[in-house]
Nanobody, 122 residues
Framework: QVQLVESGGGLVQAGDSLRLSCVAS????????MGWFRQAPGKEREFVAAISWNGGTTYYRDSVKGRFTISRDNAKNTVSLQMNSLEPEDTAVYYC???????????????WGQGTQVTVSS
């Protein structure tokens, strides 16, 4: 059973930055595509970003392009999400996720962390 533990969430003001981290265990990390999703109150969980096995390719939802950066360290089994220029609309629970293939837009097939709250005040 893949285990994913997120950290780094918090309460910030609009325009601020946050860095989320996720430590993965019980898996061969370099064999997994890693991703970040988020879920705001009353809304469905949505894709935010994903990164390929070796970190060579990244994917983002349009609304975060240019503001968020996903990265990974295969030696430390970690994936991070650097979030800059945060907006109130970014407020959500952010989930780390892992899957074996590159079908990042498919909501099924991911293993999930427990989530970390990000709140952006205006």
């Amino acid at each position: 059973q893949v285990q994913l533990v997120e950290s780094g969430g918090g309460l910030v003001q609009a325009g601020d930055s946050l860095r989320l981290s996720c430590v993965a265990s019980r898996l061969t990390f370099s064999n997994y595509v890693m991703g970040w999703f988020r879920q705001a109150p009353g809304k469905e969980r949505e894709f935010v970003a994903a990164i390929s096995w070796n970190g060579g390719t990244t994917y983002y939802r349009d609304s975060v392009k240019g503001r968020f950066t996903i990265s990974r360290d295969n030696a430390k089994n970690t994936v991070s999400l650097q979030m800059n220029s945060l907006e109130p609309e970014d407020t959500a629970v952010y989930y780390c996720a892992a899957r074996r293939d590159l079908s990042y837009s498919d909501p099924s097939g991911w293993d999930w962390g427990q989530g970390t709250q990000v709140t952006v005040s205006s």
